[in-house]
């Protein structure tokens, strides 16, 4: 009967052993999963579809082995990404120039967003579907150019270059309408928001578009354009966050990527030079 007692006694020892060992096993498992889920990291980035959002995507995986997701919030517009920005509604964005942040500061004083590094250029171009050569635009002929302060001026620069205008003495980025100090064809000028330029190609002469806003309907810039802006262009597309946020981790983390020879043979493979690395 001792014997019994015994043998039943050390089957309870054993079970209850086994038991605290499944037990053990289970509350480290869901430990390990509530670190990894504490320690994961999100960061919400605004951009315009292309080519910004494209990069982004090819980024992704790249984070992903940093313990960074990356949630890509597409905008069709060049004004909701930096109020949303400093709304703290995103943790960055992907969309714009220096120039042109700077100015929208200017016009919007209660937003406080920085440069956190610069990815690439997107030259401007001309395009028509009236005319093969710039040249053979008429006297009077329309031209459709953005309507907000820098890329307007980019456009009139751009113009300025390829021969069709001159603008007054020292003029800049900022050069407006009233800055054409010569129009000698007596071209027409429709003032248009970015993104809608595009869509304006089948009633103006020409138009001055974005190599973004172009890819999206679709054109290749380098193929289909008339004139285009060259590499030594000063319009680099950045990363733009607010102020302070410059060194966070997971910000310097994401301009790694993005600076990686991977991202640039993404860049060089996929655009062939209607987007060019800044990097």
């Known amino acids: 009967m001792k014997k019994v007692l015994a043998l039943i006694a050390a089957l309870v020892v054993a079970t209850l052993a086994f038991a605290g060992c499944g037990g053990s096993q289970s509350s480290s498992s869901s430990s390990s999963g509530a670190a990894q889920s504490s320690g994961a990291k999100t960061l919400k980035v605004g951009a315009t579809a292309v080519p910004h ?15 960074i997701t990356l949630d890509i919030v597409e905008f069709n517009d060049y004004v909701q990404p930096n109020l949303a920005l400093n709304d703290k509604e995103l943790d960055a964005n992907f969309f714009q120039h220096e120039p042109y942040l700077k100015n929208f500061m200017e016009e919007h004083k209660d937003v406080k967003l920085v440069n956190a590094g610069g990815i690439h250029i997107e030259p401007m171009g001309i395009y028509s579907k009236k005319v093969k050569d710039l040249k053979d635009l008429k006297d009077g002929a329309t031209i459709s ?8 001026g980019r456009a009139l620069l751009l113009l300025q270059k390829a021969g069709l205008l001159k603008l007054k003495d020292g003029v800049n980025e900022k050069a407006t309408l009233q800055d054409i100090a010569e129009n000698p064809k007596n071209f027409k000028f429709q003032e ?15 138009a001055v ?3 973004n806003f ?8 380098t193929k289909d354009s008339l004139f285009i802006e060259d590499s030594t262009s000063p319009y680099v597309n950045i990363i733009a966050v607010r102020e302070g946020d410059e060194n966070r981790p997971e910000i310097q983390a994401l301009i790694k990527v993005l600076h990686s020879q991977e991202i640039k043979d993404f860049i060089n493979n996929k655009y062939k030079g209607a987007v060019v690395p800044a990097f």
């Open 192 to 206: 248009i928001e970015a993104a809608q330029v595009p869509r304006t190609l089948e009633d103006v002469d020409a």
């Open 145 to 152: 150019i953005p309507n907000d302060p820098t890329n307007g």
């Open 209 to 211: 578009i974005n190599s």
């Open 214 to 221: 172009a890819m999206q309907i679709p054109l290749d810039p």
């Open 53 to 67: 959002a494209e990069i982004l995507e090819a980024a992704k995986p790249l984070l992903e082995k940093e313990g």
